[in-house]
């Protein structure tokens, strides 16, 4: 890796770290640690019946959540990320193939509820009127009520929120885009706090941080007197299963067989840090992250997006880069990103 990448190869590199990893880790989701060949490049997806190469709901709903906030200026419009996830869903927008696959039963579950709510309480209004700010908080309550329950702690909205890190000007408009971001789909405090510690993780990550400083950093959150995240108080099954990582040497000294690689939200959390904590380089990170399997492609996804904003873009293996499939819709969304940041720095 260069001694410092700059701010545009870390952004470049976090997006496009987190569609290599997704698409790598794609082949072998659901399968278990163990039980298949160890991945080092790209591979088809059989259980999707595509080729290798393509990148999964993962980065489509990154890409979203990006376009989304960047024709938002910078700001959350819950109503415009829900509109466009369920292109992707329905339309096939941001997909590497041209159709959604992958997609979670918990976001299918929300993004159907938001639709039909759309259309029977927004969709006729103006879109600024004090009508239409009520039926958003009408529907995001009734979305709460409805998901608000410990089974629906997956990882769909820690996925998809890396943009919060990339477009923020600030770690604290970082932590609140990244709150926001989760209310659409995963309105639980397990879920919004995760996206909320990651994006912190990601932010810093792009300003330069050590590795040393980065575990250092979420010790301190995770073991505060305050025990707050911006100034939320943390939620507790997360705190709990954080807290005892305290320097970078906590997580260097954890042992493959005490992470967990599942789809829910703390558990691809701890796995996605640990790959990244416990290694040197971004490619010996995906090929951890990955090989754990169960949730591989998101585990990785996750990984990416942070070591790549370490990293740096350079520090991603070109054979990865070139069999990655739409790079364009990436590259589209840095550009951007980027263009974005430099208006408005």
Known sequence: MPENPSLSSRVRGSFVGLAVCDALGGPVEFKKRGEFPKVTTMLPNESCGIGPGYFTDDTSM??????????CHGRSNLVDQVRRYIDWWKKGYMSSTGT?????????????????????????????????QEAVRAIQKNIRDAFLEEKFCGNGSLMRVLPAALVARSEPEAVELARESSLPTHPHLRCVHACMIYASLVYQALNGATKSELAVSLGETMNDASGNISDYPLEPALKQRLERYR???????????????????????????????????FEDGAILAVNLGDDADTVGAIYGGLAGAFYGV????????????????????VEKILAFRTHTV
Not at 62 to 71: I, K, R, Y
Not at 104 to 124: D, F, K, P
């Open 62 to 71: 990154a890409l979203c959540l990006a376009h989304s906030l960047v024709d």
């Open 100 to 132: 959604s696959f992958g997609i979670g039963v918990s976001t299918a579950s929300t993004l159907e509820q938001w639709s039909s709510e759309l259309e029977a309480r927004y969709n006729q209004l103006q879109a600024d009127s004090m009508e239409a």
């Open 247 to 281: 320097t970078l040497g906590d997580w260097e000294a954890t042992a493959s067989e005490d992470i967990r690689s599942t789809g829910y939200v703390v558990d691809s959390l701890e796995a996605s840090l640990w790959s990244f904590f416990k290694t040197d380089g």
């Open 314 to 333: 350079d520090a991603i293996p070109d054979r990865w880069r070139q069999d990655l499939q739409r790079m364009d819709l990436v590259d589209e969304a």
